[in-house]
C-alpha cells in the first residue's frame, strides 16, 4: 500500500488548504482513511476519519465545522478540505489506511496500518 499525501503549504490565518492523498496498492473497500497531524515538540493526534465503505466520517473536536474530509473512488483518493485556518492548525498533516477499523476506534493512532509521508501545513497569524 502506498498513501502520497499532497496540498500542504503557507497560508494566513482564515485561509483555506485542500490537502489529497493518493491511495494504491490493493482496494480499499474495507478500509478506513484517516488525517492525522503532528505539531512541533507535540505528539501526533487524530484529525479526520472516514470509512471507504458508506462514507461516515469522524472529526476531531478541534476541526469539527472547519475541516471536511471526502473521498473519490474512481480517483482512490482521500482529501482534506480545511478551512478557517488557525495558527494552531500549523503541523504536517499524514495520511493513514486501516483495515476493518470500527467506528470507536476511527481516532487511535495504532488502528491504522500504513502511513504515507506527510505534507506540512503552516498557518501565519
Known amino acids: 500500500v502506498q498513501l502520497q499525501a499532497s496540498g500542504g503549504g503557507l497560508v494566513q490565518a482564515g485561509g483555506s488548504l485542500r490537502l489529497s492523498c493518493a491511495a494504491s496498492?490493493?482496494?480499499?473497500?474495507?478500509?478506513?482513511m484517516g488525517w492525522f497531524r503532528q505539531a512541533p515538540g507535540k505528539e501526533r493526534e487524530f484529525v479526520a476519519a472516514i470509512k471507504w465503505s458508506g462514507g461516515s466520517t469522524n472529526y476531531a473536536d478541534s476541526v469539527k465545522s472547519r475541516f471536511t474530509i471526502s473521498k473519490d473512488n474512481a480517483q482512490n483518493a482521500v482529501y482534506l478540505q480545511m478551512n478557517d485556518l488557525k495558527p494552531e492548525d500549523t503541523a504536517v498533516y499524514y495520511c493513514?489506511?486501516?483495515?476493518?477499523?470500527?467506528?470507536?476506534?476511527?481516532?487511535?493512532?495504532?488502528?491504522?496500518?500504513?502511513w504515507g509521508k506527510g505534507t506540512l501545513v503552516t498557518v501565519s497569524s
Open positions: 496498492g490493493r482496494t480499499f473497500g474495507s478500509y478506513v
Open positions: 493513514a489506511a486501516g483495515y476493518g477499523i470500527i467506528t470507536s476506534s476511527m481516532r487511535l493512532i495504532r488502528a491504522y496500518d500504513y
